[in-house]
């Protein structure tokens, strides 16, 4: 199974900062690499497919990046309503495998 | 509109076997495969398996083999997943899935039903 690996599990930021969640593979996965934003007590929700390309309705202040097993979610400038918790997820082989999470705390 | 709607909370003992529906509404249920994810409280998500009511075509992850087994209902746009001999481990949110695509290879989850709770408590 392919391993991702999330850094940091938690983060707390205020307001307006800019911030970078990383997700790291076990092995190649050629950008298939999605990224979901869960809000407490609800199901999470697509922002990022393919390693970079935006998910239709999603803020423009979130963007992804890619290179090699190295993957990045980056928040341009934090709104009240981005403190959540993030996941990235291989679609590259089953079983689908999922980061451990990164918790979005507000400072 | 499009949604997919999750069947209610259950509780069941250690031993016992689950079915959640999931029905889906405002696509074509044909034209997109189905997952299954789970998440226990306070915890991450894993995934479980994949259906495709189009193909027929099945999968599940190596841990659940033997235990889930996905069907659907065409005639009603309904999936379920079925999970037997239960344990107190398996007590988590399960969530139906619809699996998006791009370019034909890139796989996404872009529709998530609520979620259903799944107790196991004796």
């Known amino acids: 199974d392919i391993q991702m690996t999330q850094s940091p599990s938690s983060l707390s930021a205020s307001v307006g900062d800019r911030v970078t969640i990383t997700c790291r593979a076990s092995?190649?996965?050629?950008?298939?690499l999605n990224w979901y934003q869960q809000q407490p007590g609800k199901a999470p929700n697509l922002l990022i497919y393919?390693?970079?390309n935006l998910q239709t309705g999603v803020p423009s202040r979130f963007s992804g990046s890619a290179s090699e097993t190295d993957f990045t979610l980056t928040i341009s400038s934090l709104r009240p309503e981005d403190f959540a918790t993030y996941y990235c997820q291989q679609s590259y082989s089953i079983p689908y495998t999922f980061g451990q999470g990164t918790k979005l705390e507000i400072k | 509109q499009v949604q997919m709607v999750q069947s209610g909370a259950e509780v069941k003992k250690p031993g016992a076997s689950v079915k959640v529906s999931c029905e889906a509404s405002?696509?074509?249920?044909?034209?997109?495969?189905i997952n299954w994810v789970r998440q226990a409280t306070g915890q991450g998500l894993e995934w479980m398996g994949w259906m495709n009511p189009d193909s027929g075509n099945t999968g599940s992850a190596q841990k659940f083999q033997g235990r889930v087994t996905m069907t659907w209902d065409t005639s009603i746009n309904t999936a379920y997943m079925e999970l037997s001999s239960l344990r107190s481990e398996d007590t988590a949110v399960y969530y139906c899935v619809r699996q998006g695509q791009w370019l034909g290879n890139y796989w996404y989850f872009d529709l998530w039903g609520r979620g259903t709770l799944v107790t196991v408590s004796s």
């Open positions: 092995q190649s996965i050629f950008n298939y």
């Open positions: 405002g696509y074509t249920f044909t034209s997109y495969e």
């Open positions: 393919a390693a970079s």
